[in-house]
């Protein structure tokens, strides 16, 4: 049976191709609904990103929401210098005709978790996590009906990608990222030490050009914008690609291993605020609360990736 799924979002190419590697699998994913996070770029234009997503898949049956405009407690940080203005930068998207859903994310989330039996809804989070933060904190009757939240965030032997200590998607709202870690649902983490293995390299980007597809050409210039930022500061051969390890690693968990541990969120220190502090080794009797993704097979990723995108428009 296909497991339902609410997509958190800030498009951003990674999680654009995210999306459509969920909105390619059917028979996997039952999406519920997309709800846009303030991140990579402002809500708005997030949201725009996500409809244009949305609308390339040609899944137009998919409602859209947008949530939270900024952190919990914090200043917005954005990442225009790797997305680029729109978040979106690469391909000629059309301005999407969908709309918009009016209801906010929060309240969608609410009432779609409420609407479901216990552990049956699965929350696949791209982004900072003030939405999911945000309805667990406003209805936690919300939270025994998660599944499971499979999460793109944190780092640890890698360390950080915005601060030498955090990655960005928890960085941008730490406070969120404790609520979540402390709320009992059973976590997912895909960290940079995972997506930093998944290097877009140029084959393999030629692979997903070569699909002559409309999704496999908008996915080839979105990834060929984006790593242009990665590939000078990590001297590499491809770019890490993050967000669409959270849906590889729900199709197909055998392509990465990890360990149950704890993790914790530093929101006071000027210095590592956002780190994720992963007790890997065990060092301490705090409560495990999270499936720590430490690698994964790069080849048979994009080998799934690439069939997937070549079911689409
Ligand atoms: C994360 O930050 C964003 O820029 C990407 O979309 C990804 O979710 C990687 O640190
Ligand atoms: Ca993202």
Same mark, same amino acid.
């Given at each position: &049976?296909?497991?339902?799924? +609410? +997509?958190?979002?800030?498009?951003?190419?990674?999680?654009?191709?995210?999306?459509?590697?969920?909105?390619?699998?059917?028979?996997?994913?039952?999406?519920?609904?997309?709800?846009?996070?303030?991140?990579?770029?402002? !809500?708005?234009?997030?949201?725009?990103?996500?409809?244009?997503?949305? @609308?390339?898949?040609?899944?137009?049956?998919?409602?859209?929401?947008?949530?939270?405009?900024?952190? &919990?407690?914090?200043?917005?940080?954005?990442?225009?210098?790797?997305?680029?203005?729109?978040?979106?930068?690469?391909?000629?998207?059309?301005?999407?005709?969908?709309? !918009?859903?009016?209801?906010?994310?929060?309240?969608? /989330?609410? @009432?779609?978790?409420?609407?479901?039996?216990?552990?049956?809804?699965? #929350?696949?989070?791209?982004?900072?996590?003030?939405?999911?933060? &945000?309805?667990?904190?406003?209805?936690?009757? +919300?939270?025994?009906?998660?599944?499971?939240?499979? #999460?793109? $965030? $944190?780092?640890?032997?890698?360390?950080?990608?915005?601060?030498?200590?955090?990655?960005?998607?928890?960085?941008?709202?730490?406070?969120?990222?404790?609520?979540?870690?402390?709320?009992?649902?059973?976590?997912?983490?895909?960290?940079?030490?995972?997506?930093?293995?998944?290097?877009?390299?140029?084959?393999?980007?030629?692979?997903?050009?070569?699909?002559?597809?409309?999704?496999?050409?908008?996915?080839?210039?979105? !990834?060929?914008?984006?790593?242009?930022?990665?590939?000078?500061?990590?001297?590499?051969?491809?770019?890490? #690609?993050?967000?669409?390890?959270? &849906?590889?690693?729900?199709?197909?968990?055998?392509?990465?291993?990890?360990?149950? +541990?704890?993790? @914790?969120?530093?929101?006071?220190?000027?210095?590592?605020?956002?780190?994720?502090?992963?007790?890997?080794?065990?060092?301490?009797?705090?409560?495990?609360?999270?499936?720590?993704?430490?690698?994964?097979?790069?080849?048979?990723?994009?080998?799934? #990736?690439?069939?997937? /995108?070549?079911?689409?428009?």
């Amino acid at each position: &049976m296909a497991r339902k799924i +609410i +997509i958190d979002t800030d498009p951003g190419q990674d999680d654009a191709v995210a999306i459509l590697l969920a909105l390619a699998s059917p028979e996997d994913f039952e999406v519920l609904g997309i709800v846009a996070v303030a991140g990579n770029v402002t !809500l708005a234009q997030n949201a725009r990103n996500a409809l244009k997503v949305v @609308e390339l898949s040609g899944r137009k049956d998919i409602a859209v929401y947008a949530g939270c405009e900024r952190p &919990m407690r914090r200043t917005l940080v954005t990442a225009e210098h790797v997305h680029g203005e729109t978040g979106l930068d690469g391909p000629d998207l059309p301005l999407p005709k969908l709309k !918009l859903e009016e209801q906010h994310g929060i309240d969608y /989330l609410i @009432e779609t978790l409420l609407a479901h039996e216990e552990k049956t809804v699965t #929350l696949a989070c791209l982004g900072p996590l003030t939405n999911v933060a &945000m309805a667990m904190v406003k209805e936690p009757r +919300i939270i025994p009906r998660i599944q499971e939240i499979v #999460l793109m $965030g $944190g780092g640890y032997f890698e360390m950080g990608n915005i601060t030498p200590a955090a990655e960005f998607n928890i960085y941008v709202d730490p406070d969120a990222a404790d609520v979540v870690m402390r709320s009992g649902v059973p976590i997912t983490m895909v960290p940079l030490d995972v997506t930093h293995m998944m290097q877009s390299t140029k084959p393999r980007l030629e692979r997903i050009r070569g699909l002559g597809n409309k999704a496999g050409a908008a996915v080839y210039d979105m !990834l060929s914008f984006s790593e242009r930022f990665d590939l000078k500061k990590y001297e590499s051969e491809g770019a890490p #690609l993050h967000d669409p390890c959270v &849906m590889a690693y729900m199709l197909k968990p055998d392509l990465f291993q990890g360990r149950h +541990i704890n993790v @914790e969120i530093e929101t006071g220190s000027e210095l590592t605020v956002g780190m994720t502090v992963a007790d890997y080794w065990g060092v301490t009797n705090r409560p495990k609360n999270v499936n720590f993704l430490r690698s994964g097979n790069a080849d048979g990723f994009y080998a799934l #990736l690439t069939e997937r /995108l070549a079911r689409l428009p």
